[in-house]
T-cell receptor, first 114, second 109 residues
């Protein structure tokens, strides 16, 4: 069964450094999402992406965040200058359509900012 | 403001039935999802409701009442592997998905 994959599974970085989290969505899916989950807290929507542009973003997704689909398969989340509070699990998800469709989540990248 | 409420924790016995409730207040409504999340893992899709009524899928069923802003997830014939957090999530009128804090379900033998 096709699945969303994410790399790396765990990223450790120093405060102020840039990180890029990578995702490979399911191949026939058109909508891509990033979520984060701080340890012990709820899942939070960051951004949705369709047709090579951001379709929705939350208040969390400020200027230090950016997303890109650099080629036909990868979908990346970049955090320009990481802060301690960016430490969280970051989940990528994808779906065929948007409104009525199931989002399939990847296994997540655990980001630790020291 | 937008809010999703669900119980923090529940306990049930193997083989029994449990109902996890979710109430929501959102700006607009474009569907409600239930996800299962085992500790340290990604959420996995269980069900989607956009119209009122009951959707049944094997041992799991989900109910929605849009007028009451209410949903429940019903799990039958509980198994030990059902021990997990169950996340209620609502797609609002702006199509952003808001998650509840999740209900941690403990299954006792």
């Amino acid at each position: 069964e096709p699945e969303v994959t994410q790399t790396p599974s765990h990223q450790v970085t120093q405060m102020g450094q840039e990180v890029i989290l990578r995702c490979v969505p399911i191949s026939n899916h058109l909508y891509f999402y990033w979520y984060r989950q701080i340890l012990g807290q709820k899942v939070e929507f960051l951004v949705s992406f369709y047709n090579n542009e951001i379709s929705e973003k939350s208040e969390i997704f400020d200027d230090q965040f950016s997303v890109e689909r650099p080629d036909g398969s990868n979908f990346t989340l970049k955090i320009r200058s990481t802060k301690l509070e960016d430490s969280a699990m970051y989940f990528c998800a994808s779906s065929v359509q948007e409104s009525r469709d199931t989002q399939y989540f990847g296994p997540g990248t655990r980001l630790t900012v020291l | 403001g937008q809010n999703i409420d669900q119980p923090t924790e529940m306990t049930a016995t193997e083989g029994a039935i449990v109902q996890i409730n979710c109430t929501y207040q959102t700006s607009g409504f474009n569907g409600l999802f239930w996800y299962q999340q085992h500790a340290g893992e990604a959420p996995t899709f269980l069900s989607y409701n956009v119209l009122d009524g009951l959707e049944e899928k094997g041992r799991f069923s989900s109910f929605l009442s849009r007028s009451k802003g209410y949903s429940y997830l019903l799990l039958k014939e509980l198994q030990m592997k059902d021990s997990a957090s169950y996340l209620c999530a609502v797609r609002g009128g702006d199509d952003k998905i808001i998650f509840g804090k999740g209900t941690r379900l403990h299954i006792l033998p």
